[in-house]
Nanobody, 122 residues
Framework: QVQLVESGGGLVQAGGSLRLSCKASGSIFSINDMGWYRQAPGKQRELVAAITSAGNTNYADSVKDRFTISRDKAKNTVNLQMNSLKPEDTAIYYC????????????????WGQGIQVAVSS
């Protein structure tokens, strides 16, 4: 089985920074994309940032120029550096690994972390 474990959340004042980390562990042969989603109370889960296996990145407009996603393919980790945080960034953040294969011949599936709270006070 594959597990994703997030770390690094917490409470920060507006304008501050946090760094989220996510490690995928288990029987992993390959991972396609990795990314971060968030869900605020009463809202749908939304994409925050994603990074492909080739290193191409994609960001939500609301976090461009403030957040940076990075990935260590050898360690199966993905990080999200969040700067200039705003109260509207408050949400539960979820790590996602797309099309994870446990062998060369297996079909891929997506895995999610349990989520980590980020709270930004004004």
């Amino acid at each position: 089985q594959v597990q994703l474990v997030e770390s690094g959340g917490g409470l920060v004042q507006a304008g501050g920074s946090l760094r989220l980390s996510c490690k995928a562990s288990g029987s992993i042969f390959s991972i396609n994309d990795m990314g971060w989603y968030r869900q605020a109370p009463g809202k749908q889960r939304e994409l925050v940032a994603a990074i492909t296996s080739a290193g191409n990145t994609n960001y939500a407009d609301s976090v461009k120029d403030r957040f940076t996603i990075s990935r260590d393919k050898a360690k199966n980790t993905v990080n999200l550096q969040m700067n200039s945080l705003k109260p509207e960034d408050t949400a539960i953040y979820y790590c996602c690994a797309r099309n994870v294969k446990t062998s060369m011949w297996s079909s891929g599936r997506d895995y999610w972390g349990q989520g980590i709270q980020v709270a930004v006070s004004s």
